[in-house]
Structures are given as C-alpha cells and as structure tokens.
C-alpha cells in the first residue's frame, strides 16, 4: 500500500511539474510575446560579399578585426572556446589591449558551458563581455526558449557582416559526423551598416544594460550599388513578411534551411502556390543536428510534394544555410531558419535584397549545392519504416517548440 501511494505521488508531481512548465510558457507568450519589439525594415544600400565557406569568411572577419581602429561589435549566437574560438580571442584580446574599444555578446542558454575563466580573460584585457537573453522568472520556461539568434558584426562601424555562420571548429568541417559546413554569410560596406550597428547596440543595451555612445559609431556611409532591407525580428513579424513574399511569387519560391518546421500558414500558402502553378523548390540537409526537427519535416513535407513541390537533401556535409529566393526578384538571407523556433521565438535578422547581380550570384550558389544533394520523392517519404513514421507523429507534437 505505502509503495501505491509513494508512486502515486510521484505521478501527481510529474504531471503537476508538467502542468506548471506548459502555463509557465503559456504565460508567457501571453504577456510576454505580444510585448516583443515590432520592427520596420530598414531600406538601405550596400556593397556586398557572399561567403559559403568557413574558412574564407573567417579570414577575412580576422583580416577586419586586424584593421579595426576604433571599436569591434560583435554578437554570435555560438562562440566556441576551441581552437578557431581561441584564435578570435586572442585576437580580440590584443586589438583590446591596442586601445580598440571591443565589445562581445554572446546567448546565455547557447553558450551555458563558456569558461568562467575565458570570460575572466576577456574582462581582464578590457573586452566588454556579456551573455543576451538571459533567463529570468516567473516566465522560465518560456525565456529559456527565447534564445538571441542573431550573428552581427560590425567594425569601426563601417564593415558589417551578418548571416548564419558562428564561431566554432565545426563551422571548419572538422567535425567528422557532419562533415562540411555550408552556410550563407554577408559582409557588407556602406550605409546598410547603420542598420546592423543600431541592432547590435539595441541588443547590447538590453543584455548588458549598458548604453553605448561615441562620435565614431555612425560614420557617415556612402550608398551602394546592392539594394538591401534589414529586418530584425523578436520572436514576430518574420512569418507575415515571409508570407507576403511567398504569395507575391508566381514563377519560383527556393527555400534552403537546415530546419523545415513552417507555421500552419506558411504551409498553406506554399500548397496555393503549387496550385497555382509556381515551382517549389527545398532544399534541404540529410544529416541532421536535432534528434526531432528531421522527422518532424516529413509531416509537412509529405502534403507538398504531393502537390508537385521538389525536394532535395544536400549530403556532401551539413546544410546550415538560410536562403529565401522569391521569382529570382527578391531574396532573403539572414539568421533566420523556415521553422517555428524563428517564427515565434528568436531574435533574428534577415537581409531582403532585391539586386539582381547579387541574386544571381545567391542563386548559382545554391545551383552547387543542389548538385551535392539528392532528390525526396513522394515514394520515399511513404515508404520510411514504420518506426520512421512513428518519429514523425512524435516529433510533430513539439513543432512549436522546433
């Protein structure tokens, strides 16, 4: 009997436990959510340079920080303490000690396990040091989601980049499991970099409470020949914009993400395009980093393909890139992944360009890749195992929290 009721109570306080995470979370969409800052995007103009490869963007961040004269903004959502993650140490922490007013902000939750000891480093050598989105009471659960996405740069606050790639020896390809790393990343020049300072410094001030000023923070920029808009989100905004763009597109939609978990209305509006006769094209990683976001797409996936959408998994490594390609007219990259984390979670930013050098460029970039990847059919997805499609129905049920 005293076994019974032992284990009774220990249900009761499962599921009590349970009950308060989901009301935690609830709560806090409720008073939190429709707090979150609403954003215009931002017109503005650039000069522009793409990078799909870690090792090339990497340098030339480097290349800039060595340059730097005034200050260095820089925000990651992933900032390693390996061994490329040592080397920007380093790095900051002589243009630090050279005078160079270096600021790094990094997400709390995402780099949990940073050394104490290689903050203290860093503080040391006089770089301003702190951790975005922290969580906080009585909303836990649902701060502990909110996660700083957001990856910018910007020196002397003339060079800006922004886009998906963080630091850390995997963005190298040098982990074996995922082999290359593709991602999508720009720098850019001109006065779009405004823009991305202005973010930082909003980011900054909220994280480290701590309000940034200085006569060299807003150069006075030219105007470039890339027209850009930048729009940053908070967890709102992202899936109407990328709404309208999709229903706007009549010819062609290309959507690449390493995560395909798209809203309930997204999902609809790529099914009307398809019926309207547009071309849909994914693409898509075959290997995953998330035990339930892989099988949770198929749910989604299954209805567009029967409508006539294409689907391929890229398989020479990791596809981490974020790229939106509407009627080869617009495109959008950014921080942002197609999936419910970025729609109504994350702090993101996203570049909507509409140059047409530049998105043919985008767009003979994503061509390689399609070449690396192998095409999902309707047969495929109906003919997974059925302990496949059990992992579908089961990752389904924590969509919005992927």
Known sequence: MLALIIIAIIVILIILIILGVILDIWLGFKVKHKQAKLYKPKDGSCHAELFMEGRFFYDSLKKDIENAEDHIHMSFFIFRDDTIGQEFIDLLIKKAQSGVKTYLLIDAIANHAFPKKTIQQLKNSGIHFAFSAKTYFPFYFYSLN?????????????????????????????????????????????????????????????????????NNLYPVLEKGPVDMALLATDGRQLEDVLLEHINKANKSIVIGSPYFIPSKKLQNALLGRLEKGADVTLLLPLKKDHPFVKPASYHYLKPLLEKGCRVYHFYEGFYHAKVFIFDDAICCIGAANFDMRSLIWNDEISGFISDKELIKEINNMVKIDFTMSVEVTLDDVNNRSIVEKGKTALSKLLAPLL
């Not at 040098?174 to 300072?197: A, F, M, N, T």
């Open 146 to 214: 909110r996660r700083n996405h957001r990856k910018i740069t910007v020196i002397d606050g003339q060079v800006g980049y922004f886009g998906g790639f963080n630091i850390g020896d995997e963005y190298l390809g040098k982990k074996p499991e995922l082999g290359l790393w593709r991602d999508y990343h720009l720098k850019i020049k001109g006065e779009s970099v405004k823009d991305l300072q202005e973010q930082f410094i909003s980011d900054w001030e909220q994280a480290a409470k701590e309000k940034l000023t200085g």
